[in-house]
């Protein structure tokens, strides 16, 4: 493992400092770009650097063939390689990536048949999926070598990486220089986060929203929350009991748990929740739900029925209605909550909140705060 992944980390050194692509081939170039640009499909780069460092590894392993149920001897575990060598890499050099294995995407999971450039990956914007078999098939014929098709995609990820850092450092510059600024009220704040959660691909802010919601006044109610989970992380996989696991300050013991809901909360929720609970050893008092659409009459009531049968008080409560009135509650920690919620935004991975998503923000909020 040290030896791979010392040849990979100069391989990665060479694609930092190189200006020039390492594939002569203009179309093989430009689909190699097209993977790593894609905003919303990020699972074919993980898929492609794994595939290469198994090459690379192994000259012996059939490029096509990342997974060990084929059963040939030139067969290997894709996920394997991915876990191992390309997680870290990403995380080190923080690159635009997914962070979770490839191999656990619906298009490249559980399958027991080589790659060919016939092969049917379902997904969306399957023209992608057609190119990520078309690269390792030309690996495979010995058109493009596995070494210069990883260093190629590190290359454009780093600069993809530094592109994206720029525009963000360029909106945060403006924010800070604007001469007339002023800080947003309670309810402006509310229309910011309003117009931030209408963006495409928003279902991880009310999670961030809550957590900064709570980091802004712990110190006043004794209350902490713990680490983040990944956004795609599902709980039986963390050992999780919610979204957002709330603490007192010196006690690891779970008090409240978050579950964020970006559809109608139902019964069976309320169910699994409480099912959830019940085998856990943990004395949870507040299980909430936060959505973001509306709540049914039947189901609250449902949930408020659960107190008188189980001591465990279960909420559901909309996501606008439960941050304004945290905020005029804690008016004076409003700046606070609004700072804490940007810098989450910005530290989550692209994955989770992609980059349209953070710049929109920051314009946002940039816009929201200049004077008219």
């Given at each position: 493992?040290?030896e791979l992944m010392k040849i990979l980390e100069n391989f990665v050194k060479v694609s930092?400092?190189?200006?020039?692509?390492?594939?002569?081939?203009?179309?093989?170039r430009s689909e190699i770009e097209d993977i790593c640009r894609n905003i919303r499909i990020?699972?074919?780069?993980?898929?492609?650097?794994?595939?290469?460092?198994?090459?690379?590894?192994?000259?012996?392993?059939?490029?096509?063939?990342?997974?060990?149920?084929?059963?040939?001897?030139?067969?290997?575990?894709?996920?394997?390689?991915?876990?191992?060598?390309?997680?870290?890499?990403?995380?080190?050099?923080?690159?635009?990536?997914?962070?979770?294995?490839?191999?656990?995407?619906?298009?490249?999971?559980?399958?027991?048949?080589?790659?060919?450039?016939?092969?049917?990956?379902?997904?969306?914007?399957?023209?992608?999926?057609?190119?990520?078999?078309?690269?390792?098939?030309e690996v495979h014929n010995g058109n493009l070598t596995a070494e210069n098709l990883f260093?190629?995609?590190?290359?454009?990820?780093?600069?993809?990486?530094?592109?994206?850092?720029?525009?963000?450092?360029?909106?945060?510059?403006?924010?800070?220089?604007?001469?007339?600024?002023?800080?947003?009220?309670?309810?402006?704040?509310?229309?910011?986060?309003?117009?931030?959660?209408?963006?495409?691909?928003?279902?991880?802010?009310?999670?961030?929203?809550?957590?900064?919601?709570?980091?802004?006044?712990?110190?006043?109610?004794?209350?902490?929350?713990?680490?983040?989970?990944?956004?795609?992380?599902?709980?039986?996989?963390?050992?999780?009991?919610?979204?957002?696991?709330?603490?007192?300050?010196?006690?690891?013991?779970?008090?409240?748990?978050?579950?964020?809901?970006?559809?109608?909360?139902?019964?069976?929720?309320?169910?699994?929740?409480?099912?959830?609970?019940?085998?856990?050893?943990?004395?949870?008092?507040?299980?909430?739900?936060?959505?973001?659409?509306?709540?049914?009459?039947?189901?609250?009531?449902?949930?408020?029925?659960?107190?008188?049968?189980?001591?465990?008080?279960?909420?559901?409560?909309?996501?606008?209605?439960?941050?304004?009135?945290?905020?005029?509650?804690?008016?004076?920690?409003?700046?606070?909550?609004?700072?804490?919620?940007?810098?989450?935004?910005?530290?989550?991975?692209?994955?989770?909140?992609?980059?349209?998503?953070?710049?929109?923000?920051?314009?946002?909020?940039?816009?929201?705060?200049?004077?008219?």
């Open positions: 493992m040290k930092t400092v190189e200006t020039k692509s390492f594939i002569s081939d203009k179309d093989l990020k699972a074919p780069i993980r898929f492609l650097l794994s595939c290469c460092s198994a090459k690379i590894d192994n000259i012996e392993f059939d490029i096509r063939k990342p997974y060990t149920e084929i059963g040939d001897k030139d067969s290997y575990s894709g996920r394997s390689y991915d876990e191992k060598y390309i997680q870290t890499i990403i995380e080190k050099y923080n690159l635009p990536c997914n962070s979770t294995t490839a191999f656990l995407t619906p298009a490249f999971r559980n399958r027991n048949s080589t790659l060919t450039t016939d092969t049917e990956l379902v997904g969306r914007q399957p023209e992608l999926y057609k190119a990520t078999l078309m690269l390792i098939n260093k190629e995609t590190i290359r454009i990820l780093i600069i993809l990486r530094e592109e994206n850092n720029e525009r963000i450092k360029q909106l945060l510059d403006s924010l800070k220089d604007s001469e007339k600024s002023v800080a947003l009220s309670s309810e402006q704040i509310v229309i910011l986060l309003k117009q931030h959660l209408a963006c495409k691909n928003s279902s991880r802010l009310p999670v961030l929203i809550v957590a900064s919601a709570y980091t802004s006044v712990s110190d006043l109610i004794g209350e902490k929350i713990k680490p983040l989970q990944s956004h795609n992380a599902a709980d039986k996989q963390t050992g999780a009991y919610g979204d957002i696991e709330i603490t007192l300050i010196n006690d690891d013991n779970i008090v409240t748990s978050y579950e964020m809901k970006s559809k109608r909360v139902i019964k069976s929720d309320i169910e699994i929740a409480i099912k959830k609970i019940r085998t856990s050893k943990l004395n949870i008092d507040n299980y909430i739900f936060i959505t973001t659409e509306s709540i049914d009459n039947e189901v609250d009531e449902y949930a408020r029925s659960i107190y008188d049968i189980s001591s465990i008080e279960i909420s559901i409560l909309d996501c606008i209605g439960f941050i304004k009135h945290f905020l005029h509650f804690f008016h004076r920690k409003r700046t606070t909550f609004i700072d804490n919620y940007q810098k989450l935004i910005l530290a989550e991975p692209d994955s989770a909140v992609n980059q349209p998503l953070k710049e929109a923000f920051l314009a946002l909020r940039k816009a929201a705060e200049v004077e008219k």
